[in-house]
């Protein structure tokens, strides 16, 4: 059973560039969360693929946006980027509709934004 | 506002010390998790609690869950180096999938 893979590692972009940040679930999960951990804060929610529909969102823009494919790998695009974007964003996938719903965490994508 | 709030922010204990680090959130919720995260590191599940009353131990953690007093509890036995790290509680909101998370708690464990 692989795990939740995310890539790239590291990013380094300039202001106004866009990006694109990838993420695998978990083999057997439906669901796709994405968050944004900012240094030494807890992870904000961004928003929740289930089934290649967008199924919650958090309190971030629309420049915020992602997609979540039918082998249930998911990306995350950020528009106009600006100096606060720089964060850990993470990915967890679950099987929705499983009793607990456990999230399980990528690794992580740190991106630097110049 | 939702608020889902830790305390303490920062915990210093001695190793073979118990310890208690609280989750306070401001809203219904049907689940708390708590998670631990290394520095530089994702985050790694702990627990899931399901109901009021929930209990649920693994090796020197255990957690809890009063929801009607809209509070989780993570308690610590006999703490060990290999315990520290940053933990977080964090809650699904009571409208629609969104989830919310504590500002988390770093524990340092001195031998």
């Known amino acids: 059973e692989t795990g939740v893979t995310q890539s790239p590692t590291h990013l380094i972009k300039t202001r106004g560039q866009q990006v694109t940040l990838r993420c695998s679930s978990q083999?057997?999960?439906?669901?796709v969360s994405w968050y944004q951990q900012a240094l030494g804060q807890g992870p904000q929610f961004i928003f929740q693929?289930?089934?290649?529909?967008?199924?919650g969102r958090g309190n971030f823009p629309p420049r915020f946006s992602g997609l979540q494919f039918p082998n249930y790998s998911s990306e995350l695009n950020v528009n106009a980027l600006e100096l606060d974007d720089s964060a850990l964003y993470l990915c967890?996938?679950?099987?929705?509709?499983?009793?607990?719903?456990?999230?399980?965490f990528g690794p992580g994508t740190r991106l630097l934004v110049l | 506002e939702l608020k889902v709030e830790q305390n303490p922010l920062f915990l210093s204990m001695q190793e073979g010390k118990n310890y208690t680090i609280y989750c306070n959130y401001s809203?219904?919720?049907?689940?708390l998790y708590w998670y631990r995260q290394d520095p530089g590191k994702s985050l790694e599940s702990l627990f899931v609690?399901?109901?009021?009353?929930a209990v649920k131990q693994e090796g020197r953690l255990m957690a809890s869950l009063d929801t009607k007093a809209r509070l989780s509890t993570l308690h610590i036995t006999a703490a060990v180096h290999d315990l520290s790290a940053t933990y977080f509680c964090?809650?699904?909101?009571?409208?629609?999938?969104?989830?919310?998370f504590g500002t988390g708690t770093s524990l340092t464990v001195i031998p």
């Open positions: 967890a996938s679950s099987a929705l509709r499983e009793s607990d719903e456990t999230q399980y």
């Open positions: 083999s057997g999960h439906n669901t």
């Open positions: 693929y289930y089934r290649e529909e967008e199924n």
């Open positions: 809203t219904t919720s049907d689940r």
């Open positions: 609690l399901l109901s009021n009353g």
């Open positions: 964090a809650i699904r909101g009571d409208t629609g999938n969104q989830f919310y």
